[in-house]
């Protein structure tokens, strides 16, 4: 079974553009979540999504959205970048059970994100 | 969902010894999950315990839950280079996992 993969894996963007990350899940898992990664913060949740809808959301400014797609591919978006956007994106995705505990979560190998 | 704190931040150990790493956590939980990431790569899953467990064993992992002092722990028997990596936990049960600073294991060869 392939697994998590992140697109694209390295990316430079100058302050105040914006910027499209895109994740395909495992087949079957229907539940994708986003995290960034950064020295100083440490690995902080974004959102996660399910079947096209955002179940959960992280403390993080509007500029950061997200979508997810029937097919459960999702993307994440960062308008106006800042220099503190620099980090790694992970984006991780999940199979739910019917009682929705003891989710393992399968990681992408992430996006790394440079604002210059 | 809640957020772990790992202990130590740091540890470095000599190939072949044993690394333990702690893990605690504020409120109640249905699981526990310990992951590992290699430097500038995603994190791969490494175990999970369920509430109603006290320990559970995989390869040279062993884990233990202790739910009456919401700690757990991550034992890496006979440690390689290769576990040279930083350890997270994430306690919780539900589709939403949130991580700490994580434990940073430097196995010296």
């Known amino acids: 079974k392939a697994g998590v993969t992140q697109t694209p894996r390295y990316l430079i963007k100058t302050r105040g553009q914006q910027v499209t990350l895109s994740c395909s899940p495992i087949?079957?898992?229907?539940?994708v979540s986003w995290y960034q990664q950064t020295p100083g913060q440490g690995l902080q949740f974004l959102f996660e999504?399910?079947?096209?809808?955002?179940?959960n959301k992280g403390n993080f400014p509007g500029r950061f959205s997200g979508r997810q797609f029937s097919n459960s591919r999702s993307e994440m978006n960062v308008s106006t970048l800042e220099l503190g956007d620099s980090a790694l994106y992970l984006c991780?995705?999940?199979?739910?059970?019917?009682?929705?505990?003891?989710?393992?979560?399968?990681f992408g190998q992430g996006t790394r994100l440079t604002v210059v | 969902s809640q957020q772990g704190e790992e202990d130590p931040q740091a540890l470095s150990i000599q190939e072949g010894e044993n690394a333990t790493m702690n893990c605690s956590y504020k409120?109640?939980?249905?699981?526990l999950q310990w992951y590992r990431q290699n430097s500038g790569r995603g994190l791969v899953h490494l175990i999970l315990?369920?509430?109603?467990?006290r320990e559970k064993h995989s390869g040279r992992l062993r884990v233990t839950l202790d739910t009456s002092k919401k700690s757990s722990s991550l034992l890496i028997t006979a440690s390689r280079a290769a576990d040279t990596a930083s350890y997270f936990c994430?306690?919780?049960?539900?589709?939403?996992?949130?991580f700490g600073t994580g434990t940073r294991l430097t196995i010296i060869p």
């Open positions: 087949s079957g898992h229907r539940s």
């Open positions: 999504y399910f079947s096209e809808t955002q179940r």
């Open positions: 994430a306690p919780g049960g539900n589709e939403k996992l949130t």
């Open positions: 991780a995705s999940s199979y739910i059970p019917r009682d929705r505990a003891n989710t393992e979560a399968f």
């Open positions: 315990i369920r509430s109603n467990e």
């Open positions: 409120t109640s939980i249905n699981n």
